[in-house]
């Protein structure tokens, strides 16, 4: 994870750490959601590297319980371009999670499905790659009421490209009632 998107999501979590005293139980219901993410890749017999740090994701989510909510997400996992080749990533996660709520702070994991599609080229010759993959992940969420920020890990395998996608995001969510 770069310097830059540690130390975002550093000053928005204690930005929020300095309102606790006034915050109340996390509210449930219907939530949207935004962050910004760091994608890295590990190819297998290749290495790991990432494509670019301008990525985000957008959320949808209910939470019908204190333990339990049902999120979809979209992915940008960043794009690329170099001598005359170019990648894009993206993905469409549905994942049900576990939380474990302590005062203001939510603990959870996630389990569920990953819709993943690479589009590329290579001198003007195009392909794309898409699949369906198991995701997992787990995170930590500070929330204030409607308002919640939180950051999480999710990684899933892209297998058709023989690649494990690791994805760390600083996200911010507002639950209407």
Request: overall charge negative.
């Amino acid at each position: 994870m770069n310097m830059k998107f540690a130390a975002i999501a550093a000053l928005g979590m204690a930005s929020f750490a300095a309102i606790a005293p006034q915050a109340a139980a996390a509210d449930n219901g219907f939530y949207l959601g935004a962050g910004i993410t760091d994608t890295k890749f590990d190819v297998k017999n290749v290495g790991s590297g990432s494509l670019d740090d301008n990525s985000f994701k957008l959320i949808a989510g209910v939470r019908p319980l204190d333990w339990l909510a049902v999120e979809a997400n979209y992915i940008d996992l960043g794009s690329d371009k170099n001598n005359g080749a170019s990648v894009d990533g993206k993905a469409f996660t549905v994942s049900g999670l576990l939380l474990a709520e302590f005062g203001i702070v939510d603990l959870y994991a996630r389990g569920g499905m990953a819709n993943w599609k690479f589009d590329g080229s290579f001198n003007g010759i195009r392909n794309s790659q898409d699949g369906w993959e198991p995701t997992y992940g787990a995170g930590v969420g500070l929330h204030f009421g409607s308002i919640g920020v939180r950051a999480e890990y999710e990684t899933f395998d892209a297998s058709d490209v023989d690649t494990r996608v690791n994805t760390f995001s600083v996200s911010f969510t507002y639950t209407f009632l």
